[in-house]
């Protein structure tokens, strides 16, 4: 009976491997080509954007408050969104503090210079600088005391250990 399935031509056509000598007389297994791997998905706006976002340090609402449109909106764009919003794409870089082309995938992200830029403590600087002299005072004794009492713990476990 001659059998004529996919299985059985596939494993009988197949050639046997020969095994070849090298000049020190051990064998070795012929050549084939390495399998060649599917290069990596380039990653969507959307899991661009939540990853810039997370980067910088921000909750989906404070991107939204800064570029002008609802949380929801801005989930919509992270989650369901193939097509980023052009109205909107200089607002989110810059609020990002990335380009456009970096935003688009269209350029690798920058690297860090080194420091690690605290997005969030910087906008909390802006605000209190827009706060009334006074209020801006308080805060600066409260932060104040705070680093002293940082630097006098340092300063102590300095001096027990050393």
Known sequence: MVRHDAHYLYMHSQAIPQTSFTISGVPTAPERPMPKRKAPEAATFGQRLVALRKAAAMTQQELADEVGVS???????????????????????????????????????????????????????????????????????????FIERGQLKRRSSQATSG
Do not use: F, W
């Open 71 to 145: 949380r929801c909106m801005l989930a919509y764009y992270e989650g369901q969104s193939e097509h980023p919003p052009t109205t909107l794409l200089p607002a989110l870089a810059q609020a990002l503090h990335v380009s456009t082309d970096e935003l688009l995938g269209l350029a690798p992200p920058s690297k860090p210079n080194g420091r690690v830029r605290d997005n969030r403590m910087q906008r909390r600087l802006q605000q209190i600088a827009t706060l009334p002299p006074e209020e801006r005072r308080q805060i600066m004794q409260l932060v104040d005391a």
